[in-house]
């Protein structure tokens, strides 16, 4: 009979038993995975938001404008850089944008706003931004009208209709609902070289960006209505690289910060540009993983448990196995089998007991509203309970139950080492 | 021919006063004997057979098995010297729970890496020299007393060892029970000419040895040889 098994065979002498310290195993890393697994998820949604939306996982800037942000620091998108970031595969969408401040002005009521001049399509291809769009339409490249932000419109008043009107047509009357926005806002700003500069433009939708902060203060623009604007012509203040997967994101910061001149330029990836997002995430995930280390302290304790009686039950076997000629390095190496085999059977019990709620929460979200909802957004995060479906949640904490099984196998493996066979016989 | 030989063999475990189990034993056990070794509870007979036996080690004297003297055996080297050298049968039978009958006796021909094939082949034999073929599939929880014994005897002898030290074997079996172990120790120590060291004080036991070695408080008190 080979090791194998045997140690199965070993591992169900006490069914009750392997089942109850499987169930605790596999409810531990049930409760571990969805914990860690909705944490991640809120923590890639933050990030996705921010990336997509505004920053791309890697930024081109001049230099020196992210330590002060002023159109003279805005430089002109030139073939010669846009060749070097074409020549990276990794490299999906490269977004040119323009940002600078403006006071916003509605009526009576005026606001700091940020102006984020942008390609609308090319935006809109990355990050779907136009199904954000809560009220009116999107805008295309060539529009001269605007797109405002939910908390920067109900800041500021700007008029929502619902329009319903009738159309007759080959003689038939048919009626027709429109969400429109009927207002439009006044801009003031001051441009390239100090200029002062100002508009009227038409406000064509009301836009809800996932980022709160984002959400109450964004004018989505065009981006040559942008430059025209501010008076920078073929300028922009970032281009916006999307990798196809941010694991590369590292490499490929260097290679543009070894490539282009930096006295020229500044190539920031977006965890340089949202410190307090990252820390934010740091600072609760290390909450999650105190949670994390003390459920597994629990269960570990409860699986040394295991491991202690089933060593106490059974050192008389083992002095017999030895006296009849097994080595103990054999004995200790079918031991870990049975461990394994144990710690194996919880972690796949966990991990199919844990996929169907994941998946679940996947596909549809928890949504919060009012005050959780408020409290998230006060937070920067979005009101909104996403689950992260990385596979290496699974292996990890799979790898972390395994490796709480072996560090209590070493109890048995320490009492095997120093079994002395005759008083093992006479347990 | 001697194939064990016992030189001035002397036991004592410290304690707060030390206990002398074994006081200078000199003996020696040829091929093929069918020997009992006697005494009173406490007279160092299992002790005795612990340290012929290679479980424990003699505070003095040497034990020397086939020109071999064990003392001079790294723990590893003594396992692997138990294992092709001597069978154990223990009073309390001892099987692996987990394994069948045939298993049981399998397992030791397994650490000595035979192939299966012949482990499967010897076990049966041995099996059925206990009378035990139609159990060969049982797990030791659903045999008798005197049948898990009689595994453990076939175990004993799986792994075709010099000798088989038996430790109060019969002490749990009822009178039919232990005749018919007798009975066939007795006949595969014929059969397959493997000697045989009971330490008992069980009569039945003691009727059936050739040889009779009697200790008491560590010593050898007589040795006698019985025609049968």
Known sequence: MNVFTLSWRNMWRNKRRTLITIASVSSALFFALIMRAFQEGTYDRAIYNYVHSFSGHVQIHANGYWDEQILEHSFVMNDSLLSVIEAIPEVEKIIPRLHSFTFASSEYLTKAALVMGVNPEQDDMQSNISNNVIFGSFVSASDTAVLVSEGLAEYLTIVRRDTTFSETKNGTDTLISLRMVKDSIVLISQGMYGYSTNGVYPVQGIISYPDPEMNSQVIYMPLQLAQNFFLAQNRVTSISLILSDKEHLNRIQQYLQDTLDMDVYEVMSWQEMNIELVQQIETDRAGGYVMIFILYLIIGFGIFGTVVMMTAERKREFGIIVALGMRKTRLMYRFCVEMVYMGLIGVVGGCISALPVLLYFYYNPVRFSGELAQMMKNYGFEPILPVSFDMSLFVDHGLIVLVLFFVSALYTLGTIRKLEVIQAIRN | ?228
């Open chain 2, 1 to 228: 021919m001697s194939i064990i030989q016992v030189h001035n063999l002397h036991k004592t475990f410290e304690a707060a006063v030390p206990v002398k189990a074994i006081q200078g034993i000199d003996l020696e056990f040829a091929q093929g004997e069918f020997s009992a070794v006697v005494g009173p509870s406490g007279s160092g007979k299992t002790t005795f057979l612990n340290m012929i036996g290679g479980l424990d080690s003699p505070t003095e004297g040497d034990i020397i098995i086939n020109d071999t003297n064990i003392r001079s055996l790294s723990p590893s080297e003594m396992i692997d010297f138990r294992l092709h050298n001597i069978g154990f049968v223990f009073q309390a039978y001892n099987l692996i729970p987990v394994l069948t009958a045939r298993e049981n006796v399998e397992f030791i021909m397994q650490l000595q890496k035979r192939p299966q094939k012949e482990c499967t082949e010897r076990a049966m034999e041995l099996l059925e020299a206990v009378g035990l073929q139609d159990r060969a599939g049982t797990r030791p929880a659903k045999l008798s007393g005197g049948q898990q014994q009689r595994v453990a005897v076939a175990r004993a002898l799986a792994s075709k060892p010099q000798f088989v030290l038996a430790d109060e074997p019969t002490a749990n079996l009822d009178t039919a029970s232990t005749e018919n172990l007798l009975d066939i120790m007795h006949n595969l120590n014929k059969k397959e000419d493997v000697t045989f060291i009971f330490s008992t004080h069980d009569k039945r036991v003691i009727d059936k040895a050739r040889r009779i070695v009697t200790i008491e408080d560590g010593k050898v008190l007589s040795d006698e040889a019985i025609k049968r």
